[in-house]
Structures are given as C-alpha cells and as structure tokens.
C-alpha cells in the first residue's frame, strides 16, 4: 500500500472538529509513509488535508478538471497536479493512483466518488478498500440508509461488511493494511437472474 485518496468536501463544513480531524488524518497519512491522492482543490476540507500532508513531509498528488482549474482552486503546492478535462477522467485517474478510499465528510461529489468506487468494487471491476472515517456521527445516517439496503436485498451483507466505517484512526489504518475483498456476488438471487436471461 503506498497511496490513499481520500475523498472530502471542498467546503470545510460547520463544525471546527471537521478541519481538526481532515487535518489528523493529512497529518497520519505522512507519518505512515503513505501518499495523499486527492482532487487537487486549495479549498475546504480538501485543501486543509492536503497541507497536512505536505507539512508532516508527505507527498501529494492531485487530479482535477480542467475547468476547476480555470476557477481558480487547483493547489498549486502539492508534489504533482495532473490536469484532466473532466469529472470522469478524475475519478478513473484517482483509482488508478490509489490503493484505497477513504471519505471525510463532504457533500454531493464525496459521496459520488465513493459510491462509484464501491460500485466498481460490486462489480469487480476493481479489489481496493473503501472506508467511511466518521466525524461527530456526520455518517452515521448514510451507514442507516446501507444497511437498509441489506435489510430490503439490494445490497448483500458481506459487501456491506466489506465497507468500513467509524472514527478510529488507528482502527482505520489497520483495517486498510490488513484488507482482504469480500468474494460475495453482487447478484443475491442467482437463480432468479438466470431465469431472467
């Protein structure tokens, strides 16, 4: 494992303990000796774990969309910045970079660039952790959503196992070094989807 992406809002949210926590984790990532693969931002949370990163000595590697560029919020400190033309080529160059996933809490494009990860996982299109690192319960009600999901077979238990989630980092860390993918079949009904054919 040498680079985590970590997925987080480009806003720095409402709480102070969201900033203290983005910058824990920016902080831990360097000292483990593990690469920050992120969207390239120099604003919110994104930029906050970034300068963590590079202050604690790490290294950082940011993917962003041309047009954010032109928006003027591309961090232009960080170890490299590649410059893609859109949201698609972003998403599938940071997998691509990155070893594993991990979301502080952000809002519409954190939450679309884990659960495209946990879908490529789903379809084994990809084998690479996903982690939720909570902060003050702000997931708690999405971790309420998946597993209802379970509950009403759309998603099976043990890939929703295979997602961690909580606010431990060093609980994190272990479980991202020691990871191995759920095997389970995104299809729970197999016979019925054969009939289907």
């Keep these: 494992m040498k680079a ?13 303990i969201y900033a203290e926590r983005a910058m824990a984790l920016g902080t831990r990532l360097a000292r483990e000796n593990l690469a920050l693969v992120y969207g390239g931002g120099n604003v919110g949370l994104m930029g906050i774990v970034a300068d963590a990163v590079l202050a604690a000595g790490g290294e950082v590697t940011g993917v962003i969309p041309r047009q954010l560029v032109e928006w003027e919020v591309a961090h232009r400190g960080v170890t490299r910045l590649e410059i893609v033309a859109n949201m698609h080529e972003r998403k599938a160059r940071m997998f691509d970079l990155s070893d594993g996933f991990v979301a502080l809490p952000g809002g519409f494009g954190t939450l679309d660039e884990m659960f495209e990860m946990l879908t490529w996982r789903q379809l084994g299109l990809g084998d690479k952790p996903c982690a939720f690192l909570d902060v003050d319960g702000f997931y708690e009600p999405l971790v309420a959503m998946m597993d209802r999901m379970v509950a009403e077979r759309f998603v099976h238990a043990e890939q929703r196992a295979d997602l961690w989630h909580g ?6 860390f272990s479980w991202l070094r020691a990871y191995e993918p759920a095997q389970a079949s995104k299809w729970m009904d197999e016979k019925r989807r054969r009939e289907l054919r």
């Design 4 to 16: 985590i992406c970590v997925y987080c809002g480009s806003n720095a949210g409402n709480k102070p």
């Design 167 to 172: 606010d431990d980092m060093d609980a994190l």
